[in-house]
């Protein structure tokens, strides 16, 4: 079966390139014909996710791997590590993220949006070593 | 002079090319290939943006047909001209620069002035609607830059919602122009001409224009730089004459501040009050930014402005005079003119109510994507690619004739290109080859 993988580098405290690595995949799924809808959830998801590692996190890295049926977007970082994972997944929890967004950077959605936009969502994190999300996108899903 | 790419508004002259590859690097949707060292051809993906005709150091390429202006006075010519006229000649105020389109043959000089105010009366309108209604997302995208639009439909699609739903200025102005001209003039429609002067080569093939009632209506479109001699010269005359002797006539001279600021970055969201709006002008710039929207960000801005070309429509490639100088005379002006409104609040609101201001969206969207076939790659064929790069090595060096190593491997995999093309390979081949035979010779030796 083809598989698709592509690992970018995410660098601690890089504002200023935080967001290459998610429009490089978002421009790879544009290539190969996947649906916009589908594009868009996956960039923002990725987006997120490298904002996360940039603000939060540390050196870290996006993996992505695309199947003939899914998306499969990795989010791995050696940073602070989150210590109450419930907490973070609150809607409307966030440590800094209005003052980042008047600063036009990020989303302003957090994790719980990640996992709004993911068909899949798995996160697992060790305070002091850091944080793996996973997250997954279905070709046919119908989401929007 | 051979005539090539008939597709879109590039034309490319063989003789005066010299092979650079310039305008291949910057095409903003890698349009361009050069074959046979400079035999120029353009893909189906070009947008019209004219940024290969900016660079060009030979002057190869150029943005308009080649024909002539000429104004037949048999029939009934009148001109629609776009608001950067007004900036290009410093010093002159509006009515002259009408008065000389006037000297030059035309029955009548159409100016956007209007239709600008009733475009942003009717984007106001929607946006404030959208704040309750959310029935668009946001931020919302200008609809008015036809190179913006086309640049959305081919590279990012998924924006396309996020345009504005609205009739460009100029759509609002062409509904029923024959009719109306025939009527004033007593006139049958097939006896008028309708000519456009633009600083936007996007517009001057007009067979290509966006939107249907363009194509249909406009016959003809002439860059401001093939008609800026000709203007210069009628205009110099008119000031040797007596006063008296003016072709004036007032009804032509209603120009606005909004018209005078609307060739401007930041031009057409000054004339409306949105808050959280912003301007952004340049194609690597809106590319940037478009980029960005796409991964969610700005959705606290309500609506964005975006023009391809630097400083927007006053840096179009058609202009003549400098943009900064332009945009110093046209600020000058707008403080004699202001920014008042001419029309009525009260009529706007019944037209928008009416849905007068409403384009089919629909309809251009899927007419859009007709025009950009896709042609996608699979995993397997992405997979090549990534393969054949490896191998490559390169340094996008351009000599194969693609704008870069990442398009020439992906021309390679579709089979509209020769892996044999790229000169990396072939030095490598080559110093191999020597290096064998050296040691062949060692071995005999």
Redesign the interface.
């Known amino acids: 079966m083809?598989?698709?993988k592509k690992e970018f580098h995410i660098h601690k405290n890089d504002f200023f390139r935080a967001?290459e690595a998610?429009?490089s995949i978002?421009n790879?799924l544009?290539?190969?014909?996947i649906r916009?809808?589908i594009?868009?959830r996956v960039?923002?998801c990725?987006?997120?996710g490298e904002m996360n590692v940039v603000m939060h996190g540390g050196d870290g890295k996006i993996i992505v791997e695309?199947?003939?049926e899914s998306i499969l977007l990795l989010i791995t970082d050696n940073g602070s590590g989150i210590p109450d994972i419930p907490l973070a997944m609150t809607k409307g929890y966030s440590t800094a993220t209005e003052k980042y967004?008047e600063m036009?950077?990020?989303?302003?959605?957090g994790l719980p949006n990640m996992k709004k936009n993911a068909d899949s969502f798995a996160i697992d994190s060790v305070v002091g070593e850091g944080t793996n999300v996973r997250m997954g996108f279905s070709l046919t899903s119908k989401k929007e | 002079m051979k005539k090539d790419a008939p597709s879109f508004c590039v034309m490319f002259n063989e003789d005066l090319c010299i092979g650079c590859g310039i305008c291949m690097r910057v095409c903003p949707t890698k349009a361009i290939r050069i074959r046979d060292d400079r035999s120029f051809r353009l893909l189906d993906q070009c947008v019209g943006c004219g940024e290969c005709q900016r660079v060009c150091p030979s002057g190869a390429i150029q943005m308009q047909p080649d024909k002539p202006l000429t104004i037949d006075r048999k029939k009934i010519s009148v001109v629609i001209v776009s608001p950067v006229l007004f900036s290009q000649f410093p010093g002159e105020i509006p009515v002259d620069i009408t008065a000389g389109l006037k000297r030059m043959g035309y029955d009548q000089v159409i100016e956007l002035s209007d239709f600008l105010e009733m475009f942003q009366f009717a984007a106001e309108t929607f946006i404030r609607k959208n704040r309750q209604t959310r029935e668009a997302p946001w931020p919302l995208i200008s609809p008015v830059c036809p190179v913006v639009i086309r640049l959305i439909a081919i590279?990012f699609?998924?924006l396309l919602s996020h345009v504005l739903p609205l009739k460009r200025p100029v759509v609002l102005l062409l509904s029923d122009l024959k009719q109306r001209i025939s009527r004033k003039f007593g006139c049958k429609p097939k006896d008028i001409v309708v000519d456009h002067i633009t600083p936007c080569p996007s517009k001057v093939m007009t067979k290509h224009s966006l939107s249907a009632i363009e194509r249909k209506t406009i016959d003809r479109a002439f860059g401001i730089n093939s008609i800026y001699a000709a203007l210069f010269h009628h205009m110099e005359e008119l000031e040797t004459m007596e006063i008296q002797t003016f072709p004036m006539d007032r009804p032509d001279a209603s120009i606005s501040g909004r018209c005078l600021q609307w060739g401007m970055s930041g031009g057409e969201i000054a004339g409306m009050q949105i808050d959280k709006s912003m301007a952004i002008s340049g194609v690597q710039e809106t590319i940037n930014y478009l980029?960005?929207i796409?991964?969610?960000?700005?959705?606290?801005m309500e609506y964005i402005e975006f023009r391809t070309c630097p400083e927007s429509c006053l840096g179009g490639p058609l202009t003549v005079i400098d943009k900064y100088l332009a945009k110093s005379g046209v600020s000058r002006l707008i403080k004699i003119f202001g920014m008042g409104m001419n029309l009525s609040g009260t009529k706007l609101r019944k037209m928008y109510d009416d849905g007068y201001f409403f384009s089919p969206v629909d309809k251009i969207r899927s007419e859009l994507v007709k025009t950009f076939p896709?042609k996608?790659?699979?995993?397997?064929s992405?997979?090549e690619i990534d393969n054949i790069l490896e191998k490559i090595r390169g340094k996008n060096c351009a000599v194969c004739g693609a704008p870069d190593c990442r398009t020439f491997a992906?021309d390679v995999v579709r089979g509209e290109s020769d892996l044999e093309e790229c000169i990396v390979l072939r030095a490598r081949k080559c110093a191999e080859d020597g290096k064998d035979e050296k040691q062949a010779g060692k071995t005999k030796r």
Do not use: T, W
Not at chain 1, 104 to 109: C, I, Q, R, T, W
Not at chain 2, 294 to 300: I, P, Q, S, V
């Open positions: 083809a598989v698709l967001g998610s429009i978002k790879l544009k290539a190969l014909g916009p809808q594009i868009r960039a923002i990725g987006y997120e695309i199947c003939p967004r036009g950077f990020g989303a302003g959605m | 590279r699609p998924g980029e960005k796409e991964l969610g960000m700005f959705r606290n896709k996608f790659l699979s995993i397997q992405m997979q992906e």
